[in-house]
């Protein structure tokens, strides 16, 4: 059963609220005031949080904003805002939604279903894709793609093996002979080319102690 998280202080709306998405067969978890409300997200984990625009005691953009930093949980915003200045400064703080007062709660339930719908269909498409993660690396072995703190760098046909390899290896020693193995550019290939590559790895990882050099004949990652 997917979670929904709740912060509004009017409580008719919060009650009318908690009754109808829990007949909408949802767990529905409430808070009236952002008073403890950041520790119960991170230890209820909800699915997408619905919170009221203008909470007393504290900024809703700063609210936000402290939602994003432990979680990247979907948020709707509930206001009597309406205005286009109101919708902008809620989107640029990272809200998924916007929903102003007074509102259908069948709408508010649409815009529920819409977004936990897209988010589910996301992470299907993504356990189809193969990947190898350590600390800020990524490789995506499907579309031969490589990140770096999340962000896409570009590396050759011949970095992307040799990266992918020492992934694949972990902690053990890969030989420059095991990676001679994987490149080819004609009928001499000499091992300092392995080195060549290495230090270009590194550069584009942005980090030369991520992987190591053993006795200048092996590779591996630093752990």
């Known amino acids: 059963m997917e979670k929904i998280f709740i912060v509004e202080d009017d409580f008719w709306i ?3 609220l908690e ?4 007949n909408s067969w949802y767990d529905v978890f409430i808070h009236s005031s952002w008073n403890n409300a950041i520790e119960s997200i991170v230890g209820i984990n909800p699915d ?3 919170l009221d625009i203008n909470l007393p005691w504290k900024n809703w953009i ?3 904003k402290e939602i994003r930093e432990t979680k990247s949980i979907p948020i709707i915003m509930l206001t009597a805002k309406n205005t286009e200045n109101d919708k902008l400064k809620a989107f640029e703080a990272w809200a998924d939604d916007y929903v102003a007062k007074p509102f259908s709660p069948k709408e ?3 815009r529920i279903q819409s977004i936990l719908r897209r988010i589910k269909t996301k992470e299907i498409k993504e356990e ?4 190898l993660k350590y600390w800020k690396i990524e490789i995506n072995l499907d ?3 490589v990140k770096i703190s999340n962000r896409e760098v570009f590396f050759t046909k011949n970095e992307f093996d040799i990266l992918k390899k020492i992934l694949e290896w972990g902690w053990k020693i890969v030989s420059r002979e095991d990676l001679m193995d994987l490149i ?3 009928e001499y290939l000499f091992d300092r080319t392995i080195d060549t590559h290495i230090k270009n790895i590194r550069k584009k990882i942005d980090d030369k102690d991520i992987i190591l050099t053993v006795r200048w004949e092996w590779y591996r990652l630093n752990n």
């Not at 009754?19 to 829990?22: E, I, R, V």
Request: some cysteine; charged content about 20%.
């Open 184 to 186: 080819w550019y004609s």
């Open 108 to 110: 508010l339930l649409a």
């Open 143 to 145: 579309k031969i793609k």
């Open 48 to 50: 997408l949080i619905i």
């Open 19 to 22: 009754l109808y998405l829990s």
């Open 128 to 131: 189809k894709w193969n990947f």
């Open 14 to 16: 919060l009650k009318s």
């Open 62 to 64: 700063e609210i936000c």
